[in-house]
């Protein structure tokens, strides 16, 4: 099983702790794949400032391919967050030399070589997902809460699984998972936080209640969610085991300090 993800990585500086620790959806879904046994690359641009050497050493350390990580004049992204009763809170975001995100005809080749594509919605990786579908790639992408973002009507014709964040199981997000599905996605996956999460795959809609756990620290927990899911999608596993896949996985990641 190979997975490619790919654009915005952050150092998740805590404030109040005085910590900083690696982050980004693409960079937090590889890390987690590679602990569920996936082949996992990441792709994306650091700075020329410590923070990017912490990144790629740190990505490194966690046996994910690094090998197309760039290093750019500037500053490497970042977050800064502040825990509030163990729920992470971001606030301002610097992204650094990632505004300039782009990807080059060797590595779009690469990339090919992988079965499946994440990116998210700060990655600037969207103008790409087309060229992924006509290479025959199967796709994946995390539009995080931003339900009403242009690239909603605009994406999932090139996306087989969409994800979004959401707060509860009710009629509005049910309507909106469904006009996704219309779009072109194949699964339309809303996590819920501490309500679970909810499916819809043309067909029916599934739910799945959260695992429950030890709360210290929230970040990541969506990643780590998307990383379960899509590994149980490409073991062929039915849409409830994906669904409890993906919150086992959020429930480990949820116990400590730091998406990972």
């Not at 990807?103 to 919605?121: C, K, R």
Request: a negative charge.
């Amino acid at each position: 099983m190979r997975i490619v993800t790919i654009g915005d990585n952050c150092m998740d500086v805590y404030q109040n702790r005085g910590e900083a620790y690696p982050g980004g959806n693409p960079v937090n879904v590889s890390v987690y794949l590679k602990d569920l046994g996936v082949d996992s690359s990441y792709i994306g641009w650091v700075g020329s400032d410590a923070y990017g050497d912490k990144m790629i050493k740190a990505i490194q350390s966690r046996g994910v391919d690094a090998s197309f990580v760039s290093k750019k004049e500037g500053n490497t992204a970042i977050t800064f967050v502040e825990l509030v009763n163990n729920d992470r809170q971001f606030g301002k975001y610097d992204e650094g030399v990632m505004a300039d995100f782009t990807l080059t005809a060797e590595e779009i080749d690469y990339i090919e070589t992988f079965q499946l594509v994440h990116a998210g919605i700060w990655g600037h990786v969207d103008p790409f997902f087309s060229t992924f579908k006509e290479r025959g790639l199967q796709t994946s992408f995390d539009f995080s809460d931003q339900l009403h973002h242009e690239l909603v009507k605009t994406l999932p014709r090139f996306v087989d699984y969409s994800f979004f964040s959401y707060t509860n199981d009710d009629s509005y997000i049910r309507e909106f998972l469904k006009e996704v599905f219309n779009l072109g996605s194949k699964v339309v996956v809303a996590t819920l936080g501490e309500n679970g999460s909810l499916a819809y795959d043309g067909k029916q809609f599934y739910k799945s209640d959260v695992v429950k756990g030890n709360v210290v620290d929230t970040m990541g927990a969506g990643d780590s969610f998307i990383s379960g899911f899509l590994f149980g999608r490409l073991k062929g596993n039915e849409m409830n085991e994906c669904l409890q896949i993906g919150s086992e996985t959020a429930a480990k990641t949820i116990s400590y300090f730091g998406a990972w």
